[in-house]
C-alpha cells in the first residue's frame, strides 16, 4: 500500500479532513484525529483504536499493525504500509474514524 492510497482511503471517510501535526499530515473527523501519515517516518502511518481494537489488528496483522511505545498503551497504532493489505488498513481507518466520529 502506498501513502497516496491511504490518504485516499482516510479522506475518503465521510466528513474527513486533512491537517497537519507536528510536521506531518493527519486525518481528522469533528476535529478530532483519527489517523496520520509519515510517522515517525516515510512508509508509516497511524490508526487511532481502543487498546481493544488495537489487539485485535495487531493479533490478526501483525506484520501490518504495532503498537508504539507509550502512545500504544492507549491504542495508537503504527501501520507499516509495504506490509499492508488495502481490506485491513480500510477497516481499521473505518473503526479508527468511528472512534472520533462517535465522541
Same mark, same amino acid.
Given at each position: ?23 506531518? %499530515?493527519?486525518?481528522?473527523? &469533528?476535529? +478530532? ?8 517516518? *516515510?512508509?508509516? @502511518?497511524? !490508526? ?18 504495532? %503498537?508504539?511505545?507509550?502512545? &500504544?498503551? +492507549? ?8 506490509? *499492508?493489505?488495502? @481490506?485491513? !488498513? ?14
Amino acid at each position: 500500500m502506498t501513502a497516496a492510497e491511504f490518504r485516499g482511503m482516510a479522506l475518503g471517510l465521510p466528513d474527513a479532513i486533512e491537517a497537519a501535526h507536528m510536521g506531518h %499530515p493527519d486525518f481528522r473527523v &469533528g476535529g +478530532k484525529i483519527f489517523a496520520t501519515l509519515g510517522y515517525p517516518k *516515510a512508509g508509516f @502511518a497511524m !490508526v487511532q483504536l481502543t487498546p481493544e481494537q488495537q489487539e485485535l489488528f495487531v493479533r490478526t496483522e501483525p506484520k501490518t499493525f504495532v %503498537p508504539p511505545g507509550g502512545w &500504544g498503551r +492507549k491504542g495508537s497504532t503504527h501501520v507499516i504500509l509495504r506490509a *499492508a493489505r488495502k @481490506a485491513a !488498513v480500510r477497516e481499521a481507518l473505518s473503526v479508527a474514524w468511528r472512534n472520533r466520529a462517535t465522541k
